[in-house]
């Protein structure tokens, strides 16, 4: 694991050693952005067939973020890789949305477990910075979800050459119709406490 990566997970073991009631709401309000430098663009396949060795454990680059809204213009030829959870304010159904320059994919899991998770949106192509609805496949089905669960997300998304971005909304009971780009509010980090040894 990379020596960034390990300043992370160091940093978020403490926090979890601090008790099981900081450990359910760690890193609240933000959500971790991994970034993967040198990938050959345009190609989300070269991540889940293991084309790109240093993904999902070695990131290039990362940072924490106040809502699931990435940079733009951050750089040509990369990966965006965002794990996360995510908490309902209401009861109800919830739809959602993801724009992104270049492809991506959005799953969303039917709770907590990474291993329940299905692909609800995607891009397959590029989109604008706002532009939420220029393929069918951007908008997902409409998902119940409830109040006081919280729900894994995580999207994947790959960058060519020009403009760059990925964004994630929602609509649903107290947020409104939407597309509102999810906030930290809403947000959690997924946090990875493996592998804790050194690579030099």
Known sequence: MAKQSLSIVFALVILWLAGPVLADDLGKGNILFEWFDGTLGNNLNEFVDGRYPNYPDNPSSYAWRTSFDGPDGRADYYGTHVRGYLYPPA?????????????????????????????????????????????????????????????????LHSEGAGGDRLRVAWGGPTIGTGPVIIAGTYLAPFIRLVDLKASS
Request: hydrophobic share 30%; proline share 2%.
């Open 91 to 155: 009861d109800g159904d919830y739809t959602f949305w993801v724009a992104s320059d270049d492809y991506s994919r959005v799953w969303l899991s039917t709770d907590e477990d990474p291993a329940n998770k299905v692909l609800i949106c995607e891009v397959t192509g590029y989109t604008g910075a706002t532009e939420w609805t220029k393929y069918a496949t951007q908008t997902s089905n409409l998902i119940t979800l409830k109040a006081g669960k919280k729900y894994y997300i995580e999207a």
